[in-house]
């Protein structure tokens, strides 16, 4: 398995802060790597593919970054409906792997 | 617009078979790989397995014992089966689709279109 560590495990921040997320691989994997947000009891929706791709629809404050095995989601303006929780997702191998979260919270 | 929707019972007993449906509306089901995904209570998210619309499955070792994919293409359905369930299956379902870009020769995957999610309790 290719094991995804993401940092911080959770973090405050308030509306207009610019929030960076950090997702380590296990082994390098490229730019096969894929963000999704979560709010709660809802399923998750996809932000970032293949590292830096803007899903159609995702606001541009959204933004990924990285290669090899060290990878960024920024997002440069926190706004209320970001609070939520991330997770990063490798498809590099065929057994695909999520990172184990990122609960953004209200400051 | 392409919607999942997941369907089967909520409550499964231990040792018994979950049996899952998600069914594909508002496209087809070919030319892409179908997955399941759980999440059990406050936890992460775990890939159960996929299926590319022809057959050809891939799951994750630590399930892959129990665990069984198929499709319906005439239905535009596919299915997950998890024999021998035990409290530790007890999850949020989902199924998505797992669609590819192509950039510079590399095929890059990721899962753009997932369904609500179905809660399955096992339980005596």
């Known amino acids: 398995d290719i094991q995804m560590t993401q940092s911080p495990s959770s973090l405050s921040a308030s509306v207009g802060d610019r929030v960076t997320i950090t997702c380590r691989a296990g082994?390098?994997?490229?730019?096969?790597l894929n963000w999704y947000q979560q709010k709660p009891g809802k399923a998750p929706k996809l932000l970032i593919y293949?590292?830096?791709n803007l899903q159609s629809g995702v606001p541009s404050r959204f933004s990924g970054s990285g290669s090899g095995t060290d990878f960024t989601l920024t997002i440069s303006s926190l706004q209320p409906e970001d609070f939520a929780s991330y997770y990063c997702q490798q498809s590099y191998s065929t057994l695909r792997t999520f990172g184990q979260g990122t609960k953004v919270e209200i400051k | 617009q392409v919607q999942l929707q997941e369907s089967g019972p909520g409550l499964v007993k231990p040792s018994e078979t979950l049996s899952l449906t998600c069914t594909v509306s508002?496209?087809?089901?070919?030319?892409?790989?179908w997955s399941w995904i759980r999440q059990s209570p406050g936890k992460g998210l775990e890939w159960i397995g996929h299926i590319y619309y022809r057959g050809s499955t891939n799951y994750n070792p630590s399930l892959k014992s129990r665990v069984t994919i198929s499709v319906d293409i005439s239905k535009n359905q596919f299915s997950l089966r998890l024999s021998s369930v035990t409290a530790a299956d007890t999850a949020v379902y989902y199924c998505?689709?797992?669609?590819?870009?192509?950039?510079?020769?590399?095929?890059?995957?990721?899962?753009?279109?997932w369904g609500k999610g179905t809660t399955v309790t096992v339980s005596s």
């Open positions: 082994q390098s994997i490229s730019t096969y």
């Open positions: 998505a689709r797992e669609r590819y870009s192509n950039y510079g020769g590399g095929y890059y995957y990721y899962m753009d279109v």
């Open positions: 508002g496209g087809s089901i070919s030319n892409y790989y």
């Open positions: 293949a590292a830096s």
